[in-house]
């Protein structure tokens, strides 16, 4: 410890606030909070510290303090100061997803279900969050037989349309026909209660109760309308066999696992609403981290505005900080939320069972890493490379004849795609038509000299979708980049080389320094990473690519339209996806949108 610090921990408050380390150069080492400034600070610089602790000890210079107000005002600022200085040494728990949830829009005359990533206060009601969007369009999709809630959008029955007569869903039962009169509010109303019901726990109740309606029609020879409550029936059925009550049907509730090893640290939350497991978020930290500054960054980091903040938070352990942080996430959640730690009842059960989905994410995780280092110790053997490459980016190019040229650039770390790092780069130079050199340059300038570089970590390997050519310009744009030292390969689809060889040959990958391209064997699972890559990159920049020239296709067959000028276009573009959306479109859909009427909307569709 230096002379430096040494003076400075002398002289340490007593009050609550924030400090943070730095190393000898004055960067910010570590952000961390503290009731008690003297107290804290002190306990990192006594007694035996293991890990990543000691770690940061030997290398904190001096520490600056910053006295708060209050506790709440100190966990405030270490929020801010974390996001801002970004310490090395902090948790950093990149979770910028967003959830997909159910939204009932019960503030209309004739509420609908659908779902949405962006909860609002603004009179709906929400039901999730779910971890799974292909799951939960499939739940909604029974919920649409069970209780026929129209489909159209806008608050009004019929969409955009006016005409007043039912559409294709009210003929095949999927809609009970608001817009054309076929049902009157109240009975409307009631189907919209029986969903928020059901999807509050209480499904079993609401089937049992339509059992004996439609015994009752059945017995008065009401066939058809029996018939359709079976079918609704049947339906709720279909979505309760999938779900698992764990609690009581009024819970709603997140609970939070947590298990840790040397090399990485897991953290899982169940989501569960009306007692039932509707979903898990489970988040992966390299390095060894402690249960209570894990939960701190979760709490801190994935609650946000955007996220439906249920009224109890379950932990495993007490947390110093619990207080300010129920007040915190009171102010974000608009409704009082408690943080827990549970010593009987079911809530000890959550907890476990939360730990256990923690404890076998760990063992997952952790084949997956060892499975990932011996791939990456067999490519950085075949292709002489310093060090096993755990950081891999692959680029690509994609245009039509030169033209609306997209370059993409993928990410692959320690046995997973971050997709959060996938990068879309609209070529703007002035480029020869179909000249994909000029355009890798492009793509790898603004990657390693931009705006790019400041947010995206340097790889252990750039891999480029090409040949020997690709490989030589990449080595020539390198050499003046940042990055003059970074390993590189290209790997080439085996299309030549079946010509030269016949049908047995493979993927050729080519490194710098070398003339002849590297064979990998076939079922080698280095190559067949490093195939994926390639395709995953190709898939991006295709994707990319195939979006802008719908958009310029649009554009330019409107732009030949009297009467259809930028604002018409914008809204054209903005509401309609393809020319084929809007020659399937109506009329009076189009004349609905702003700025047009049914004289432009009619010249639009002859025009199509």
């Not at 007043?164 to 003929?171: I, K, N």
């Not at 060090?387 to 320690?414: F, K, M």
């Not at 995206?456 to 090409?466: A, C, E, F, N, Y």
Request: charged residues 30%; hydrophobic residues 35%.
């Amino acid at each position: 410890m230096g002379d430096k610090l040494t003076s400075q921990l002398k002289y340490l408050p007593t009050n609550p606030g924030v400090y943070v380390y730095r190393d000898a150069g004055g960067q910010p080492l570590y952000v961390g909070k503290a009731k008690n400034l003297r107290r804290r600070v002190r306990q990192y610089f006594t007694g035996r510290q293991i890990g990543r602790t000691a770690l940061l000890v030997t290398h904190i210079d001096s520490v600056e303090i910053i006295v708060a107000g209050s506790e709440r005002e100190a966990l405030l600022m270490e929020s801010n100061l974390i996001k801002t200085c970004r310490p090395r040494f902090n948790i950093e728990l990149k979770d910028d997803k967003s959830y997909p949830y159910f939204r009932i829009t019960v503030q209309e005359d004739y509420p609908r279900l659908e779902i949405t990533r962006r909860p609002h206060r603004e009179g709906s009601l929400y039901f999730g969050p779910f971890t799974d969007v292909g799951s939960a369009r499939e739940t909604m999709n029974y919920l649409h037989r069970a209780f026929p809630l129209r489909r159209c959008k806008g608050p009004e029955p019929g969409g955009r349309s006016r005409s007043g007569r039912p559409c294709l869903d009210f003929q095949m039962s999927r809609c009970t026909g608001p817009c054309g009169k076929e049902i009157g509010s109240e009975d409307y109303r009631k189907i919209v209660d029986g969903l928020v019901d059901f999807l509050k726990g209480k499904g079993k109740k609401i089937a049992r109760s339509m059992e004996s309606e439609m015994n009752r029609l059945s017995s008065q020879q009401r066939y058809e309308e029996a018939a359709r409550l079976r079918d609704r029936i049947q339906a709720i059925y279909s979505v309760l066999e999938g779900q698992h009550a764990v609690g009581d049907p009024g819970d709603n509730l997140d609970v939070l696992g947590y298990g840790a090893s040397n090399i990485i640290t897991v953290m899982v939350c169940l989501f569960i609403r009306s007692g039932l497991i509707v979903g898990r978020r489970e988040m992966v930290l390299s390095g060894q981290f402690g249960a209570e500054e894990s939960f701190e960054a979760f709490i801190s980091t994935h609650y946000r505005k955007d996220v439906h903040i249920p009224p109890r938070v379950l932990f495993a352990i007490g947390l110093e900080f619990a207080m300010e942080h129920q007040e915190v996430l009171s102010q974000i959640a608009g409704h009082k939320v408690r943080i827990q730690k549970p010593f009987r009842g079911k809530g000890v059960g959550l907890i476990q069972l939360a730990n256990e989905n923690a404890r076998q994410a760990l063992k997952s995780n952790e084949a997956k890493r060892s499975e990932a280092a011996d791939i990456t110790s067999e490519i950085a053997h075949s292709l002489g490379l310093p060090v096993p490459p755990r950081r891999i980016e692959c680029v690509d190019v994609s245009h039509t004849s030169g033209q609306l040229a997209y370059g993409s650039l993928v990410v692959w770390e320690n046995g997973d795609l971050v997709k959060r790092d996938y990068r879309l780069f609209s070529i703007k130079g002035s480029l020869t038509p179909g000249d994909d050199y000029a355009a890798l340059e492009e793509v790898l300038t603004r990657r390693f000299s931009g705006s790019a570089s400041e947010q995206l970590k340097v790889p252990d390997l750039l891999l480029v979708d090409g040949g020997k050519g690709q490989l030589s310009r990449v080595e020539r744009i390198v050499r003046d980049l940042p990055v003059r030292d970074l390993p590189l390969a290209a790997i080439s689809k085996a299309k030549a080389a079946r010509k030269r060889e016949g049908s047995r040959a493979v993927d050729e990958i080519y490194i710098p320094g070398r003339s002849n391209p590297k064979r990998l064997a076939q079922h080698s699972k280095a190559l067949h990473l490093l195939q994926m890559l390639r395709d995953e990159a190709h898939r991006f920049a295709v994707t990319g690519h195939r979006k802008k020239r719908t958009r310029v296709d649009l554009l330019s067959i409107l732009d030949g339209i009297d009467g259809v000028g930028p604002k018409r276009r914008r809204a054209l573009m903005t509401h309609f996806r393809s020319i084929e959306e809007i020659k399937a479109a109506p009329i009076d859909d189009l004349a609905s949108l702003k700025g047009l009427n049914r004289k432009i909307a009619a010249r639009i569709k002859e025009a199509l």
